[in-house]
C-alpha cells in the first residue's frame, strides 16, 4: 500500500498563504481517493478537502471554500493543499488521508491511510 508524508507547514500571519504537499511512495498512486484533514488543539478531526483518483472531481468544506484548492500530480505521486488568506482559526495539524478505490468519485469518509501530519499555525 501507498505510505504518506505530508510537508510544507509553518507558521504565517492571518492572509498569508501556504503550499502543503504529501509525498506518496507507492506506484499505483492514481488508484486511491485522496484527502485533506485537520485537527485543532481541543477539537475534533474534520474534513477540509477531498479530491478524486483524477483530480476532476473536489470537495471543499464550507470554512475553506474560496480559499484553499486541493489538487493531485498523479505522474509524481503528490498530492496538494493551496491555502491562501490564511485565518488563525485554520492553526491545526494537517494530514493527509487516502483510500484504495475502483470509481473516480469524492470521498468524504472511510479514508484508511494517514500520513503523520504537519502543523499549520497563523497567527493573528
Known amino acids: 500500500q501507498v505510505q504518506l508524508v505530508e510537508s510544507g507547514g509553518g507558521l504565517v500571519q492571518a492572509g498569508g498563504s501556504l503550499r502543503l504537499s504529501c509525498a506518496a511512495s507507492g506506484r499505483t498512486f492514481s488508484r486511491y481517493a485522496m484527502g485533506w484533514f485537520r485537527q485543532a488543539p481541543g477539537k475534533e478531526r474534520e474534513i477540509v478537502a477531498s479530491?478524486?483518483?483524477?483530480?476532476?472531481?473536489?470537495d471543499y468544506a464550507d470554512s475553506v471554500k474560496g480559499r484553499f484548492t486541493i489538487s493531485r500530480v498523479n505522474a509524481k505521486s503528490t498530492m496538494y493543499l493551496q491555502m491562501t488568506n490564511l485565518k488563525p482559526e485554520d492553526t491545526a495539524v494537517y494530514y493527509c488521508?487516502?483510500?484504495?478505490?475502483?470509481?473516480?468519485?469524492?470521498?468524504?469518509?472511510?479514508?484508511?491511510?494517514w500520513g503523520q501530519g504537519t502543523q499549520v499555525t497563523v497567527s493573528s
Open positions: 488521508a487516502a483510500r484504495f478505490v475502483v470509481a473516480d468519485a469524492v470521498l468524504t469518509s472511510g479514508f484508511d491511510l
Open positions: 479530491i478524486s483518483r483524477s483530480g476532476v472531481n473536489t
